[in-house]
C-alpha cells in the first residue's frame, strides 16, 4: 500500500522559516509529480508549489521567491523550504504524489499543520 507521510510541520513566528518533507513508502516505482498544497480554515485546498521528475518546478504567485520545492528521487521525498513565513501561510500542508504506473489521481499524505504567528 502506498503511503506518503509529511513531517516538519510546527508554529513559527512571523519572518521564520520551516522545512517540511514528504516520504513515499508502498512502491519503489518512480514518483513522477510531486506537488505540495495548502488548505487554510475556511477555504480551499491549492497548489503551493510542484516538481516533475526531471526538476522541472512550478509555484503559486504567493509563495514564489519565498518557497523552494526540491525533490531526492533515490529516497523517494521531496521537500518544501518556507522562508519568510507570513500568518497568510498557516494552512494544513500536504504532499501529493504520482506515481509511474499507478492510478492517475495520485497519492495523497495525511497532512501537516503550519502556524505563523505574527
Known amino acids: 500500500q502506498v503511503q506518503l507521510v509529511e513531517s516538519g510541520g510546527g508554529t513559527v513566528q512571523a519572518g521564520g522559516s520551516l522545512r517540511l518533507s514528504c516520504v513515499v513508502s508502498g512502491t519503489t516505482n518512480t514518483i513522477l509529480n510531486w506537488g505540495w498544497y495548502r488548505q487554510a480554515p475556511g477555504k480551499q485546498r491549492e497548489l503551493v508549489a510542484g516538481?516533475?521528475?526531471?526538476?522541472?518546478?512550478n509555484y503559486s504567485d504567493h509563495v514564489k521567491g519565498r518557497f523552494t520545492v526540491s525533490r531526492d528521487n533515490h529516497k523517494n521525498s521531496a521537500d518544501l523550504q518556507m522562508n519568510s513565513l507570513g500568518p497568510e501561510d498557516t494552512a494544513l500542508y500536504f504532499c501529493h504524489a504520482r506515481v509511474l504506473s499507478h492510478n492517475r489521481d495520485g497519492y495523497w499524505g495525511h497532512g501537516t499543520q503550519v502556524t505563523v504567528s505574527s
Open positions: 516538481i516533475t521528475r526531471v526538476g522541472t518546478t
